[in-house]
T-cell receptor, first 117, second 111 residues
Framework: DSGVTQTPKHLITATGQRVTLRCSPR?????VYWYQQSLDQGLQFLIQ???????AKGNILERFSAQQFPDLHSELNLSSLELGDSALYFC????????????????FGEGSRLTVL | QKEVEQDPGPLSVPEGAIVSLNCTYS??????FMWYRQYSRKGPELLMY????GNKEDGRFTAQVDKSSKYISLFIRDSQPSDSATYLC???????????FGAGTTVTVRA
């Protein structure tokens, strides 16, 4: 158990809908990362938050947004969903204070599997 | 061209065989190199990391980095059925937050 909790584990919805994925990082971790994993694209970095502030942005679509709350949990909001958004969405956390751990170790949750029909 | 290239396999080997996995990359700024293991329906977990070039051994696992060729490898000796998983390489520059992952290679070790 990595200590990172993600909900829901599975989600089935229709095109055009909006969903929210939730992540609780490991106790004490200030950084939260969101990744998308699909069969053809592998693990793609979406966005990182550190202590409530956006720190880095990757290949995140404008239809997607995220935030990190004062209690350090994070939410990823996906709107106007398309079939191609079907994927596994992972949240990860790290112990970084001012930057990610030098070893690059991220602790991943078990993911939220999104299916868009 | 992707920043990190990894053959997705799949790779199937008999128990006891040596598993050889590799990745190539294009960004010469990468300094930290990692291998993550992902079991089915689970999140990735860090297996090994290496800084800059060289070899690192941990039990049955050996990681090699050749920065001159922009090539990294992971070897699994005496492979076991419990090693069946997807192995992802990952790398990052110094002082950067973002890990760049390979697509992952799915390995099956047959008993």
């Amino acid at each position: 158990d990595s200590g990172v909790t993600q909900t829901p584990k599975h989600l089935i919805t229709a095109t055009g809908q909006r969903v929210t994925l939730r992540c609780s990082p490991r106790s004490g971790d200030l950084s939260v990362y969101w990744y998308q994993q699909s069969l053809d694209q592998g693990l793609q970095f979406l966005i990182q938050y550190y202590n409530g502030e956006e720190r880095a942005k990757g290949n995140i679509l404008e239809r997607f947004s995220a935030q990190q709350f004062p209690d350090l949990h994070s939410e990823l909001n996906l709107s106007s969903l398309e079939l191609g958004d079907s994927a596994l969405y992972f949240c990860a956390s790290s112990e970084g204070k001012y930057r990610a751990s030098q070893t690059g170790e991220l602790f991943f949750g078990e993911g939220s599997r999104l299916t868009v029909l | 061209q992707k920043e990190v290239e990894q053959d997705p396999g799949p790779l199937s080997v008999p128990e006891g065989a040596i598993v050889s996995l590799n990745c190539t990359y294009s960004n010469s700024a990468f300094q930290y190199f990692m291998w993550y293991r992902q079991y089915s329906r689970k999140g990735p977990e860090l297996l090994m990391y290496t800084y800059s070039s060289g070899n690192k051994e941990d039990g049955r696992f050996t990681a090699q980095v050749d920065k001159s060729s922009k090539y990294i490898s992971l070897f699994i000796r005496d492979s076991q059925p419990s090693d069946s998983a997807t192995y992802l390489c990952a790398m990052k520059p110094v002082d950067d937050y973002k890990l760049s992952f390979g697509a992952g290679t799915t390995v099956t070790v047959r008993a």
